[in-house]
């Protein structure tokens, strides 16, 4: 008899140990039990029906729960702005950090992650979560975001028109839904010196190329002056990165659970970056081959992420300061057969809990909060050009009519007054040119952790130490495991 | 009748363990009995609020996966491999220290020391010494050998089996050198009067007597075999090289997919796993003793 309780508790002790190495799981596991008979029950089809998001009723007091990692100046102006005009409801604006330089070891947002998963799993998640440090396609799969799109669709009050529905269309799922919606965005872009690219005689399409077309464009071009380089990228990585998303079916099945970086095509990649490094193409941070014959700017493309407005009329101002040369955006390379278009990153993407009992008076705010009525007041300006430091009113906002009263605002005030140089006066042309920029982005650039496998492991082959091979191996081994876990 | 039943019952021993017993039974109950009648409830099921009962489902999805199937070939090689050289490596040290010896209690504490260095230290020292720019790589560099990347190569194992003997050696010493002390010497005395070797005596003296207690350390040794994931994720992250791929890091990257059933049930697996092995260790530990007697 004592043997066996001895038996009992020795088994139990070992299990109670290797418990606590999946701590994190077992402490979620534990907190659904208190909780998953508190939930309100129906709350979850609401979800489920297009077109009949009924609206708040203005006699009951509600109190949303808006969760983020990051703080946003913009989401307290606002929060306070809907308040005032919605006495009955009350915002609660959560945030981890104000800033990220808090939180350099990443620790608070390893903590935001999982306290998220253990309060969306037991039906406790906040009514609205920014999903910017969450793994959205994650929670989309265990059905734990509304779709927002169908209350889109279905408020008459949404008008379509205000808004960058480009933006908005290219963030579907394939099966049609819209989980969450982003209040800005930004703009990936290549620019080129337009006139030394019409000076060489070299053709090329920007509306439909390749990574491979793009790159023996500036084969070509580096080809016939040697003082130029073809490309300044930001680094190698990146620039694998960017092949990687537009070929990413090729290398990713996820269907059938198999990855093809052990492929020619991946090694091709890897090879090709390499052999282009410092002949054609050049990394930001990197000397110039400053030749004599050269003058001004010896490249002929680049890349950039415009992530505000104000980024731009820099640009502007920098092509009106220098007669010489005349920068053009151009579209980044995308797959064979691709849609034109231009690239665009979502930010501060939100979306409304699947379980909120308070759907509707969730959804209200959120359009609220994509009008921007509550940042009109900010102006854009040389603050800060970084989208840290300016946050959401300084950023590209998915209303249009937030985008061109700001504009208008801009140039009202006159010429801008520039971080170098005098001021410059915007013009409605170049005011056109970033119109026609935003109006076409129709590509979201997408992360995830197959991509982030793919960028750690391969600087070892630009830095020399492993053979491209090797790398490849290694992504392909540990890609293998995360699609078949 | 009944009523004295009853006072009968009060008047006993048991009843007044009752209250002694209470707060480790609640801790007991609250960290380990609900989670695990919850874990098992939620691998029967599809989602963890209003889920449908699915049965087997994800025992199955489970055990498709090729990832986990990895995962505990993994766990079993290094548990395989790992607790039996602990174990004899740790009950040499205790054989040797168990005698006069020179500067015995300072390497005592030597052996005794990385007990109590936090893991993060030993994370840090172990990342210095196996770094592509390392010191081990520089030592490889002096002898003329190319550098090797040793968590993305299969001497990722090897590091892993060091620093788990390395950190769990002194604890189990400690085990060992106890038991050893229990052993009368009487008992070795009479083996040499009647003219027994000192391989004789160890087999039929230190290994029968010390077998109570190898079998705690085997127990002691298994648990904190499956620890060495800690030490693993720090080093290596979530998506480690594949032959560090441990069960824990399936469990642990199902939580961040928010896959809770199939952690469940790769947790409940794993218990179960555990279960039968000790009930197998115990019950050759049972006909041992009563072999002896």
Same mark, same amino acid.
Request: some cysteine.
């Given at each position: 008899?004592?043997?066996?309780?001895?038996?009992?508790?020795?088994?139990?002790?070992?299990?109670?140990?290797?418990?606590?190495?999946?701590?994190?799981?077992?402490?979620?596991?534990?907190?659904?039990?208190?909780?998953?008979?508190?939930?309100?029950?129906?709350?979850?089809?609401?979800?489920?029906?297009?077109?009949?998001?009924?609206?708040?009723?203005?006699?009951?007091?509600?109190?949303?729960?808006?969760?983020?990692?990051?703080?946003?100046?913009?989401?307290?102006?606002?929060?306070?702005?809907?308040?005032?005009?919605?006495?009955?409801?009350?915002?609660?604006?959560?945030?981890?950090?104000?800033?990220?330089?808090?939180?350099?070891?990443?620790?608070?947002?390893?903590?935001?992650?999982?306290?998220?998963?253990?309060?969306?799993?037991?039906?406790?998640?906040?009514?609205?979560?920014?999903?910017?440090?969450?793994?959205?396609?994650?929670?989309?799969?265990?059905?734990?975001?509304?779709?927002?799109?169908?209350?889109?669709?279905? =408020?008459?009050?949404?008008?379509?028109?205000?808004?960058?529905?480009?933006?908005?269309?290219?963030?579907?799922?394939?099966?049609?839904?819209?989980?969450?919606?982003?209040?800005?965005?930004?703009?990936?872009?290549?620019?080129?010196?337009?006139?030394?690219?019409?000076?060489?005689?070299?053709?090329?399409? =920007?509306?439909?190329?390749?990574?491979?077309?793009?790159?023996?464009?500036?084969?070509?071009?580096?080809?016939?002056?040697?003082?130029?380089?073809?490309?300044?990228?930001?680094?190698?990585?990146?620039?694998?990165?960017?092949?990687?998303?537009?070929?990413?079916?090729?290398?990713?099945?996820?269907?059938?659970?198999?990855?093809?970086?052990?492929?020619?095509?991946?090694?091709?990649?890897?090879?090709?970056?390499?052999?282009?490094?410092?002949?054609?193409?050049?990394?930001?941070?990197?000397?110039?081959?400053?030749?004599?014959?050269?003058?001004?700017?010896?490249?002929?493309?680049?890349?950039?992420?415009?992530?505000?407005?104000?980024?731009?009329?820099?640009?502007?101002?920098?092509?009106?300061?220098?007669?010489?040369?005349?920068?053009?955006?151009?579209?980044?390379?995308?797959?064979?057969?691709?849609?034109?278009?231009?690239?665009?990153?979502?930010?501060?993407?939100?979306?409304?809990?699947?379980?909120?009992?308070?759907?509707?008076?969730?959804?209200?705010?959120?359009?609220?909060?994509?009008?921007? #009525?509550?940042?009109?007041?900010?102006?854009?300006?040389?603050?800060?050009?970084?989208?840290?430091?300016?946050?959401?009113?300084?950023?590209?906002?998915?209303?249009?009519?937030?985008?061109?009263?700001?504009?208008?605002?801009?140039? #009202?005030?006159?010429?801008?007054?520039?971080?170098?140089?005098?001021?410059?006066?915007?013009?409605?042309?170049?005011?056109?040119?970033?119109?026609?920029?935003?109006?076409?982005?129709?590509?979201?650039?997408?992360?995830?952790?197959?991509?982030?496998?793919?960028?750690?492991?391969?600087?070892?082959?630009?830095?020399?130490?492993?053979?491209?091979?090797?790398?490849?191996?290694?992504?392909?081994?540990?890609?293998?495991?995360?699609?078949?876990? | 009748?009944?009523?004295?039943?009853?006072?009968?019952?009060?008047?006993?021993?048991?009843?007044?363990?009752?209250?002694?017993?209470?707060?480790?039974?609640?801790?007991?109950?609250?960290?380990?009995?609900?989670?695990?009648?919850?874990?098992?409830?939620?691998?029967?099921?599809?989602?963890?609020?209003?889920?449908?009962?699915?049965?087997?489902?994800?025992?199955?999805?489970?055990?498709?996966?090729?990832?986990?199937?990895?995962?505990?070939?993994?766990?079993?090689?290094?548990?395989?491999?790992?607790?039996?050289?602990?174990?004899?490596?740790?009950?040499?040290?205790?054989?040797?220290?168990?005698?006069?010896?020179?500067?015995?209690?300072?390497?005592?504490?030597?052996?005794?020391?990385?007990?109590?260095?936090?893991?993060?230290?030993?994370?840090?020292?172990?990342?210095?010494?196996?770094?592509?720019?390392?010191?081990?790589?520089?030592?490889?560099?002096?002898?003329?050998?190319?550098?090797?990347?040793?968590?993305?190569?299969?001497?990722?194992?090897?590091?892993?089996?060091?620093?788990?003997?390395?950190?769990?050696?002194?604890?189990?010493?400690?085990?060992?050198?106890?038991?050893?002390?229990?052993?009368?010497?009487?008992?070795?005395?009479?083996?040499?009067?009647?003219?027994?070797?000192?391989?004789?005596?160890?087999?039929?003296?230190?290994?029968?007597?010390?077998?109570?207690?190898?079998?705690?350390?085997?127990?002691?040794?298994?648990?904190?075999?499956?620890?060495?994931?800690?030490?693993?994720?720090?080093?290596?992250?979530?998506?480690?090289?594949?032959?560090?791929?441990?069960?824990?890091?399936?469990?642990?990257?199902?939580?961040?997919?928010?896959? &809770?059933?199939?952690?469940?049930?790769?947790?409940?697996?794993?218990?179960?796993?555990?279960? &039968?092995?000790?009930?197998?260790?115990?019950? &050759?530990?049972?006909?041992?003793?009563?072999?002896?007697?």
């Amino acid at each position: 008899m004592k043997k066996i309780s001895m038996f009992v508790v020795s088994c139990l002790l070992i299990v109670v140990f290797t418990g606590c190495t999946s701590a994190s799981g077992e402490g979620g596991t534990d907190n659904q039990i208190t909780n998953s008979h508190t939930e309100q029950p129906g709350a979850s089809t609401q979800a489920t029906q297009p077109a009949a998001m009924p609206s708040p009723d203005p006699n009951k007091q509600s109190t949303l729960v808006f969760s983020m990692y990051k703080r946003d100046s913009y989401f307290e102006t606002a929060a306070k702005a809907y308040e005032k005009e919605h006495p009955n409801t009350k915002i609660n604006v959560k945030y981890i950090v104000k800033n990220t330089s808090e939180d350099i070891s990443r620790a608070k947002q390893e903590k935001f992650k999982s306290t998220m998963i253990a309060d969306f799993l037991n039906g406790k998640g906040p009514d609205l979560v920014v999903m910017d440090a969450l793994p959205a396609d994650k929670y989309v799969a265990k059905g734990l975001l509304a779709n927002v799109g169908d209350m889109l669709k279905g =408020d008459p009050s949404f008008k379509k028109e205000n808004y960058y529905m480009n933006i908005l269309d290219s963030l579907q799922t394939s099966e049609g839904g819209l989980y969450m919606l982003p209040l800005s965005f930004s703009l990936h872009t290549l620019t080129g010196d337009q006139q030394l690219l019409e000076q060489s005689g070299v053709h090329f399409n =920007d509306q439909s190329w390749t990574w491979t077309e793009f790159l023996d464009t500036i084969q070509q071009l580096t080809a016939k002056r040697d003082d130029r380089y073809g490309f300044m990228a930001f680094d190698e990585n990146n620039l694998l990165l960017n092949m990687a998303r537009t070929d990413y079916n090729r290398l990713v099945d996820a269907v059938n659970r198999t990855a093809h970086f052990d492929s020619d095509l991946f090694l091709g990649m890897l090879e090709q970056i390499k052999q282009m490094k410092g002949q054609t193409v050049l990394y930001y941070g990197k000397e110039l081959k400053q030749t004599e014959g050269s003058k001004g700017f010896p490249i002929y493309f680049g890349e950039d992420e415009l992530l505000t407005p104000y980024q731009y009329f820099q640009y502007a101002a920098n092509m009106q300061n220098s007669k010489e040369h005349s920068l053009v955006f151009y579209e980044k390379p995308k797959a064979e057969g691709q849609q034109p278009g231009g690239y665009f990153e979502p930010y501060l993407k939100i979306a409304i809990h699947a379980k909120s009992s308070l759907q509707p008076e969730a959804w209200d705010f959120l359009k609220f909060l994509m009008s921007g #009525q509550a940042s009109a007041a900010a102006a854009w300006g040389a603050n800060d050009l970084t989208y840290e430091g300016q946050g959401f009113n300084g950023t590209f906002p998915i209303s249009k009519s937030l985008y061109t009263a700001k504009t208008d605002n801009m140039v #009202q005030a006159g010429p801008l007054q520039m971080l170098e140089g005098g001021p410059v006066k915007i013009t409605e042309q170049d005011l056109k040119k970033l119109d026609s920029l935003v109006t076409s982005a129709n590509k979201p650039i997408f992360d995830g952790e197959i991509l982030q496998i793919m960028a750690k492991e391969s600087p070892a082959y630009f830095h020399g130490q492993k053979s491209a091979q090797e790398v490849a191996k290694i992504i392909q081994n540990k890609v293998t495991t995360y699609l078949n876990e | 009748m009944n009523r004295s039943w009853v006072r009968r019952w009060l008047r006993k021993d048991g009843i007044a363990a009752i209250p002694f017993l209470a707060p480790s039974l609640a801790g007991f109950c609250l960290f380990f009995a609900v989670p695990l009648v919850m874990s098992v409830y939620y691998s029967f099921f599809d989602q963890v609020t209003d889920g449908t009962f699915v049965g087997l489902d994800n025992y199955r999805e489970l055990l498709e996966s090729s990832s986990f199937r990895k995962a505990a070939g993994n766990t079993l090689l290094f548990t395989g491999v790992g607790v039996p050289l602990l174990i004899l490596l740790s009950l040499g040290l205790a054989l040797l220290f168990n005698r006069q010896l020179w500067l015995k209690n300072a390497m005592k504490t030597a052996v005794v020391l990385p007990l109590v260095v936090p893991i993060a230290s030993i994370v840090m020292i172990t990342q210095i010494f196996i770094d592509w720019n390392g010191v081990l790589n520089a030592w490889l560099h002096r002898l003329d050998l190319p550098r090797v990347d040793w968590l993305n190569s299969d001497g990722a194992l090897m590091i892993i089996l060091l620093i788990y003997v390395w950190k769990n050696i002194g604890y189990n010493m400690i085990l060992f050198l106890a038991g050893l002390q229990t052993i009368p010497h009487s008992y070795y005395e009479t083996a040499r009067i009647e003219g027994a070797g000192s391989l004789r005596q160890f087999w039929g003296i230190t290994v029968v007597y010390l077998t109570p207690t190898l079998f705690f350390v085997i127990l002691i040794s298994l648990v904190n075999s499956f620890k060495v994931f800690r030490e693993t994720y720090m080093l290596a992250g979530a998506y480690p090289y594949d032959r560090l791929y441990m069960i824990q890091h399936y469990m642990n990257n199902m939580f961040f997919s928010l896959d &809770i059933q199939k952690l469940s049930a790769a947790a409940i697996f794993m218990a179960g796993f555990i279960v &039968i092995l000790m009930s197998g260790l115990l019950k &050759i530990e049972h006909r041992f003793l009563e072999n002896i007697s």
